[in-house]
Nanobody, 124 residues
Framework: QVQLVESGGGLVQHGGSLRLSCAAS????????MGWFRQAPGKEREFVAA????????YYAESVKDRFTISRDNAKMTVFLQMNSLKSEDTAVYYC???????WGMGPDEYDYWGQGTQVTVSS
């Protein structure tokens, strides 16, 4: 089992940037595909970005494409989400998640492990 801890959230102005980190502990980090999801008040959890085990493939929601970048450092067992040009609609709790499955993607039910979340608030 892997434990995931997010950090880096906070309050930022419209147009600003934040970098989220998700540190893993436990089993081999490189065996997990990793994803970032977010959940705003009153809304369902939604996919933000995902990265393959090696880091060679990345996927993004249309709403964040060209603004957010997901990356990972397997040696440091950490996945990152660089968020630029932030908008008020990016305000949410951000969660990282890990998947051991052969088939994984944009659905929350395709991920096995979750962090506790970190709040991102973008002021207009």
């Amino acid at each position: 089992q892997v434990q995931l801890v997010e950090s880096g959230g906070g309050l930022v102005q419209h147009g600003g940037s934040l970098r989220l980190s998700c540190a893993a502990s436990g089993r081999t980090f490189s065996s997990y595909a990793m994803g970032w999801f977010r959940q705003a008040p009153g809304k369902e959890r939604e996919f933000v970005a995902a990265i393959s085990r090696s880091g060679s493939s990345t996927y993004y929601a249309e709403s964040v494409k060209d603004r957010f970048t997901i990356s990972r450092d397997n040696a440091k067992m950490t996945v990152f989400l660089q968020m630029n040009s932030l908008k008020s609609e990016d305000t949410a709790v951000y969660y990282c998640a890990g998947s051991q499955r052969i088939s994984w993607g944009m659905g929350p039910d395709e991920y096995d492990y979750w962090g506790q979340g970190t709040q991102v608030t973008v002021s207009s």
